[in-house]
Every structure is written in C-alpha cells, then in structure tokens.
C-alpha cells in the first residue's frame, strides 16, 4: 500500500515562496500507472486541486495558480515537490500530497486514491 | 471546467440510518466520479471510483450509483465511525474538481 508524507515549513511570509516535498513509499514515483498531485483545503473550506505531475515531468496545472506553480519530481528519492510564488494570506490551507492511479478495469482515466496525511502552511504578513 | 454540485450540504442521521448523498456536474462526465470521505483534522480517503467501485477495504455499506450528470452515495446502515464530511469529485477532465461536501452529523 503506497503512503505520502509531506514535509516542509508550516510558516511562510507573504510575497515569498511555499515549498513542499512528498515522500513516496510502498511503491515507485516512476510507475507509469500513476500521477502525482497536489491539493489545498483552507481552513474549514473544500478541497482544490493544484496540479499533477508525471514521472517524466509533464505537469498540468490549475488555471487560477498556473502562473505561480512549479511541479517537480525526483525519482532518485522517490519524491515530487510543489513550489508556490507570491503567496498572500488567501493561500493560508492544509497542503495534500496525493496518487492518481489508472483506472484500468472500469472507465479509463486517473483518480485520486492514496492521499497524504497533510502539510499545514499559514502565510503571515 | 466541470462545476460540481452536492446535495444537501449537511444531514443529521442516526446511527442504523439510510443515508443518501446526491452529487450533480455541469456536463457530462461518464462515470468518471470518485467518492471522498474526510474526517476531521483527517487525511481525505476515497472510498470509490468509477462512480461505483469500492476501493479496496471501503466497508460495503457504502454503495454509489449513477452516472452522465447526477450521482448518488449511499450509506445502508450508518455507523458511527461514518460521521464525517464527503465529497464527491470527478475525473473525466482536468483540472480535477470537487462538490462542496456534504457533512453527515450525528442526530
């Protein structure tokens, strides 16, 4: 069963820049079944989604954050990490690292089905 | 993007009750829906993909059906480690997005 953990400051200035790391166990961030995503959940708010990214390093990002986002992974460490620019207050949320895995016996596609523990990081002024 | 609608947006329930969830998207989207459950303080855990298919160790009290534009989760029997927020969420197309959740309380 694959597990995410993710790491990094619970504190960030505003302007400044978020930077998260997911550890990835029990299975390879180089599986080509799967994709790695990142979601947020302001406090007492729903869930958005980020972006996922690709072994490879093919990214696809959510429209609204596309021009503050950086996705990268690094397959020797088993790892994918989010950096986020010009954070202000509004990006104050719990940070989830998740697995995409391919639906391969039903309709096709990529869905959410491991999800990290989660990642608090509260933007102050 | 596919708009993500969740119906009601809180219930009260007892345990040993039938509880239904009623998630609608703004287009069609197949049966490309997953099933969230959050605790909370709580990791997201999805419960089903495909609108319907139990991820695997997801008790079988919980069942989902439909499919193209409007999706039901089913509880049979609520118990009491059910009471939580769930969301539902589809796949059929990026960007990912997800109802607005749907909190089942204790009566």
């Known amino acids: 069963q694959v597990q995410l953990q993710e790491s990094g400051p619970g504190l960030v200035k505003s302007s400044e820049t978020l930077s998260l790391t997911c550890s990835v166990s029990?299975?390879?961030?180089?599986?080509?079944?799967?994709?790695w995503a990142w979601i947020r959940q302001p406090p007492g708010k729903g869930l958005e989604w980020i972006g996922n990214?690709?072994?490879?390093?093919?990214?696809s990002y959510s429209a609204s954050l596309k021009s503050r986002v950086i996705m990268s992974v690094d397959t020797s460490k088993n790892q994918f990490s989010l950096n986020l620019s010009s954070v202000t207050a509004a990006d104050t949320a719990v940070y989830f690292c998740?697995?995409?895995?391919?639906?391969?016996?039903?309709?096709?596609?990529?869905?959410?089905?491991?999800w990290g523990q989660g990642a608090l990081v509260t933007v102050s002024s | 993007d596919v708009q993500m609608t969740q119906s009601p947006s809180s219930l009260s329930a007892s345990v040993g009750d039938r509880v239904t969830i009623t998630c609608r998207a703004s287009q069609d989207i197949g049966s490309h829906l997953v099933w969230i459950q959050q605790k909370p303080g709580k990791a997201p855990k999805s419960l089903m993909f495909a609108a319907y298919r139990l991820i695997y160790g997801v008790p079988s009290r919980f069942s989902g059906t439909g499919s193209g534009t409007e999706f039901t989760l089913t509880i049979s029997s609520l118990q009491p480690e059910d009471f939580a927020t769930y969301y539902c969420q589809q796949y059929e197309s990026d960007p990912l997005t997800f109802g607005g959740g749907t909190t089942v309380e204790i009566k």
């Open positions: 990214i690709y072994y490879s390093g093919a990214a």
């Open positions: 029990g299975g390879s961030i180089s599986s080509t079944s799967s994709h």
């Open positions: 998740a697995r995409r895995t391919g639906d391969w016996v039903a309709v096709g596609g990529y869905y959410l089905d491991s």
